[in-house]
Structure formats: C-alpha cells, structure tokens
C-alpha cells in the first residue's frame, strides 16, 4: 500500500487533485453536497486549528466538478461553548470565519455536535459529518447512541482522532462504526495526512460512494473500505 504525501505539493496529491477533475459533473439540478465539520476548539488545538484553516480551499475545490459543496463549521471550548456558522459555498468566508476564533480551555462537548448535526439532519440531510479531536470527556454509551441515530439519517460520521489517548481512540473508532462512516488517526506532523482525509471526505459528500471509490491514495481507500458496502 502506498504512502500517503509527506507534503501538499508532492505528486501523489497532484495526481489527487487531478483525478477529482476529471471526474464527470453532476447534473446541474443536483444540490452540493453538504458537509458538517466539527473541531475540538479547546486549549491544546490550536495547531490543528490553524492547519484546517490553511485545508479549506482545497476541500471546496476537489468537489468542484462533483456539484460543489457546503460545509458548516461547528466547534466547542471554553465553559459549555458551542457554536456553528452558516453553511457556506466559499472558502475565503469559511476561512476568514475561523482565523477570528482562537481556541479555548474546556471539557469536550461532544455531544452537541451530534445534537447539533441530528437536528441538521432531520430538517435537510447532511451527507457526512467530520469529527476532529483528541480526547472524549463525556460517557460513551450516549454518545454511540446519537452517532446511532446519525447513521440511520444517512450521515455517517468520520472521525479523525490526532494524539495516543487509547480511550479517545476506540471512542472515535466506535462513533465511525456505529453511524456507517470512518475512522482514521493522524498526529502533529502529518499535516499532508490531514488534508487527504478532509479532501476525501469531502468528495464523498459530494459526489457520493462512487466518486470516493475512484480516488486514488491511501486515505481514500482507507474510508472507502470502511464504508457498508451499497444495500
């Protein structure tokens, strides 16, 4: 199995990118995909902050010739604070949204992300919802169970744990299982790892199955394989 890039130039993300242009585009009356991504804010992220603002742009441009994409950025820190933008179609506005957000001290707030993306959910479906944190601080049970219900609206949740916290790790492992989505780790210094993980993300929910499972690269094979198979 190849390696993933070691960095954003690299040729194996050239060939990524090119790929995703290549693929044919949605009929114009197909709505874009729309992509919740939720960022532990709390003390200790600020580096994986400040490198999800610097992925915008290339998450809304590899699903470009897919119909496009909305995401909506939701994040927690702080006392109990838990916020969420609009969904939006540009990546200078998302950008320009989280550069004015600094990351705060606080418990994990799991928990209303899920609330958050189920009540999105049931109003207009969401096609995937991105988890990015280190830790989990909140009883599992319960939150397995909103990751459940996720998966039976049809937005499988890919959670992407960064650091070597084992209860963190199965936690996230378990919401990707039980909601029908995927997990992945990725640490400090694999930035490039990241942004393969958002990219291919984001195509799927653009594009659907079909359209991850034609990605070349190893973070696409990784979801796609953990993804049910089509009913």
């Given amino acids: ?92 506005e998302l950008t320009r949204r989280m550069t004015g957000i600094a990351c705060l001290g606080g418990q994990t707030q799991i928990g209303r992300v899920f609330q958050h993306a189920l009540a999105e959910t049931r109003r207009d479906r969401v096609h995937g919802l991105i988890l990015i944190g280190d830790a989990v601080e909140e009883p599992l049970d319960p939150l397995c169970h909103q990751a459940g219900q996720l998966g039976l609206h049809g937005t499988p949740v890919f959670a992407f744990h960064e650091g070597g916290d084992p209860r963190a790790r199965d936690a996230f492992r378990q919401f990707a299982r039980v909601s029908g989505g995927a997990y992945a780790p990725f640490d400090a210094a694999s930035a490039a790892t990241l942004g393969e993980l958002l990219r291919a993300v984001a195509v799927y929910a653009a594009g659907g199955r079909a359209a991850l499972t034609r990605l070349p690269g190893e973070a696409a094979r990784r979801i796609a394989g953990q993804l049910p198979a089509p009913g």
């Fill in 1 to 92: 199995m190849s390696k993933l890039p070691t960095a954003p130039g690299s040729t194996a993300v050239t060939a990524f990118l090119q790929q995703v242009a290549s693929l044919p585009a949605r009929p114009a009356s197909h709505r874009p995909g729309r992509l919740i991504m939720a960022i532990d804010a709390t003390a200790s992220r600020q580096p994986t902050w400040d490198r999800a603002c610097q992925l915008q742009g290339e998450m809304f441009g590899a699903t470009r010739a897919l119909g496009g994409l909305l995401i909506r950025l939701a994040y927690f820190r702080g006392f109990e604070e838990f916020a969420a933008t609009p969904f939006l179609a540009d990546a200078g």
